[in-house]
């Protein structure tokens, strides 16, 4: 079993930036990617970008690549979601999730899910 907790969410004006961290706990992960994953209200949850933790590979959705940016602590076992720039349609809960590689990791498919962190950004 893989534990996930994310933090770092928060109220960010247009343009701001955050920080979204996601603590792991109970495996290790070096043969599994990790992503980060948003659902905004009254809409699908959507790929936002993920991290191969042994090689550190990154993936990213084209609507943030160039603002967020993915990383892993291998010693903290936490991994970060460094957002820039941030817009109103950025608004959503985030999620970490893990899966075992090899595999999509833009897929919803996977094996342990956070419990999500809210993102409102107010134009």
């Known amino acids: 079993q893989v534990q996930l907790v994310e933090s770092g969410g928060g109220l960010v004006q247009d343009g701001g930036s955050l920080r979204l961290s996601c603590a792991t706990s109970g495996r290790n992960l070096n043969h599994y990617g990790m992503g980060w994953f948003r659902q905004a209200p009254g809409k699908a949850r959507e790929f936002v970008a993920a991290?191969?933790?042994?090689?550190?590979?990154?993936f990213y959705a084209d609507s943030v690549k160039g603002r967020f940016t993915i990383s892993r602590d291998n010693a903290e076992n936490t991994m970060y979601l460094q957002m820039n720039s941030l817009k109103p349609e950025d608004t959503a809960v985030y999620y970490c999730a893990a899966k075992q590689l090899p595999a999509n990791l833009r897929s919803h498919k996977y094996d342990y899910w956070g419990q999500g962190t809210e993102v409102t950004v107010s134009s």
């Open positions: 991290i191969t933790w042994e090689v550190g590979s990154t």
